[in-house]
């Protein structure tokens, strides 16, 4: 499908709720849950973009930075504006696929809104294990989607797929609902049982599917407890868990945080910092260290719950 620039200030919106906000937006996102009554903490909107942001940090042929504003463009799908962790202005590009635009959106660019309100973006899936949250980080591939998706299975509660949302209020971080939607690679939905041949495309070209997840996506921010780093090691036959503490600990959540190389350009390294070792005091971090054979993942995911409930029950 083929978006259509569109600068009619007057258009309809749709309310939606995702990452702890509530969304109005002018364009359609099927991704997010719907929201209820007309208040809103982000409005995202088509728009003109203005040529340079006001006092830049940082500029390079793709995006402008600068105090509480961004610009971010992506040749042959939209150019975003952000402002003040509030607004998103939108200018598609005529050839655009609209699921691109979306994937950006709700990608790069909502993960800048979430700097900009002060909030933590981790590039992980969180998953709510009876109340409590559970957050699965790493690099791309490591099998942070997979996991939580064989956890869902087990009748838990996904939270978010690739960006989770801390937010702390009085003292304590929650991990927040992202929105219903898994990315799986069809060789990981085929272990899990998961049937991916209808679901679209999550980039054109590509084999990796959106799935939805409505009927196993937990609608409550829940108490983060837990994170673990999934790191894989090809040679190693065997599944290992190992605490982190100090400033590997803390690193970890510093090197983990979503588009982490944007939080200087924005003005927000102090504070960054000062949340992740906030956070340190208040969780524990793990090491998950797994073989790359993806048919262990029935064990991986037993060895997991049996170290996640030793962890709990020592603390509690």
Known sequence: MVAQNINNSNMHSYNYFAFGLNIKSQLVLPELARGVGETSDVRIKYGDIPKRVESIIEETDYYQAGNNEFIFRV??????????????????????????????????????????????????????????????????GAGKSTIAAALCKQGYLLLADDVSVLTCAKGSYQVQPAYP???????????????????????????????????????????????????????????????????????????????AKYINCLGKKFSHFKQCANLVKQVQVFRLIRPANEILLDRQTEFFLKHYTDVLSKWS
Not at 80 to 101: D, H, L, R, T
Not at 126 to 136: E, H, P, S, W
Not at 181 to 202: F, N, R, Y
């Open 181 to 259: 939607q898994q990315k799986l690679w069809p060789d990981s939905a085929a272990m899990l049982g998961i049937d991916v041949a209808a679901a679209s495309q999550v980039v054109q070209g590509e084999s990796k599917r959106a799935v939805s997840v409505y009927e196993r996506f937990g609608k409550q921010h829940v108490p983060i407890k837990v994170i673990y780093e999934i790191v894989v090691q090809p040679c190693n036959d065997d599944i290992s868990i190992l605490p982190l503490k100090g400033a590997a600990k803390l690193a970890t959540i510093m090197g983990n945080t979503y588009r």
């Open 75 to 140: 040749e042959g799908v939209a150019t975003f504006y952000v402002a003040n962790g509030e607004q998103i202005i939108v200018k598609i590009c005529n050839s655009a696929n609209s699921s691109m635009v979306r994937l950006f959106l709700l990608g790069t660019v909502m993960g800048i809104l979430l700097m900009q309100r002060d909030t933590l973006p981790i590039h992980g899936s969180a998953v709510d294990i009876n109340g409590c949250g559970v957050l699965f980080t790493g690099i791309s």
